[in-house]
């Protein structure tokens, strides 16, 4: 892009033979060349470069991942699914959450209705993202514990918004990250960043090409986030919709995700967390393939 397409100046008159005309021709012109280069200056400050956005907004992410989210942790959660006819069904779940090392341990198992009853889900979220997060689903009419394989950890998680790969933390090293500007949500200042898939594989496991998240400036907590699906025309909004302190943590204790087709929203998933609480008595041992036949 040159400097005349960002100021699109008129070719400055050759001089006249008038000295009297001149004088100020020729002052009128260095005066708008002279805020011609103070206002390309000004933008060049202004503008980061490349390198500059994404080191910044790789260092805003290195912040989130290191965002003390609690340990031993226990929460009951409402699951509200809402159909593009707005017809709701409703499913209550006992969550339990525990940090091995840099790893976290995650149990859940759904309490209502009757169709989902005894329903569990565990996972054991990599940190260092060596290898896949191991996830089991058990479902109890089958009697069975099916484990999620890697090719279907984009789809469904329970018939939500929210895939099986969201249930579990991102791997900083996955993505690639660009800062694009500031804004607001709310009255809280957020930063906006790219997040882009660092590998086919990536992609694949999540189904996202590409995801916008809106960090909360002053708890570096993703408020927001807009993902764009390699399917279709498919794209995912979530939402924090309610954020609270809970014991010194930082918690969005609701969060909704819809997705849409076209611009058109084909469903909604609202999530909510009563009775969070951290740092209770929970045992490794319990958050095993075991435990999730057994129920609670």
């Known amino acids: ?38 206002l390309v200056g000004s933008v060049l400050a202004a503008a980061p470069s490349p390198t500059m956005a994404k080191d910044s907004a790789r260092t805003i992410m290195e912040k989130v991942d290191a965002r003390d989210d609690g340990d031993n942790m226990t929460a009951d959660v409402d699951m509200i699914l809402i159909d593009k006819n707005n ?20 149990l859940q198992f759904f309490l209502a209705p009757a169709d989902v009853k005894d329903t569990g889900f565990l ?3 990599y940190y260092a993202g060596e290898k896949d997060d191991d996830q089991w689903l058990y479902l109890p009419d089958l009697h069975k514990t099916k484990r999620i394989a890697t090719s279907d950890k984009s789809s469904s998680f329970m018939g939500s918004d929210f895939s099986y790969a969201d249930m579990t933390d991102r791997v900083l090293d996955e993505w690639t990250y660009t800062l694009l500007k500031e ?8 930063w906006l960043i790219q997040a882009l898939p660092a590998s086919k594989a990536v992609e694949n496991r999540y189904g996202y090409k590409k995801s916008i998240l809106f960090v909360r400036q002053d708890i570096f907590l993703v408020a927001r986030a807009i993902h764009l699906l390699n399917e279709g025309n498919k794209i995912k909004y979530m939402e924090s919709k309610k954020i609270e302190q809970i014991d010194g943590i930082w918690v969005a204790t609701e969060r909704w995700m819809k997705t849409t087709v076209s611009k058109r929203t084909t469903h909604r998933t609202i999530l909510k967390w009563n009775n969070v609480k951290f740092n209770t008595p929970l045992d490794e041992a319990y958050f095993s393939i075991r435990q999730l036949e057994k129920g609670l």
């Open 87 to 106: 017809h709701e069904r409703r499913r209550e779940m006992k969550i339990f959450t525990k940090d091995k090392g840099v790893d976290t341990l995650k």
């Open 183 to 190: 804004d607001a949500i709310n009255g809280d200042k957020v």
């Open 1 to 38: 892009m040159t400097m005349k397409s960002i100021f699109p100046f008129t070719k400055i008159p050759p001089f006249s033979n008038n000295p009297r005309r001149d004088v100020p021709g020729c002052f009128s012109s260095l005066m708008r060349y002279t805020m011609l280069f103070v």
């Open 123 to 125: 996972t054991i979220d």
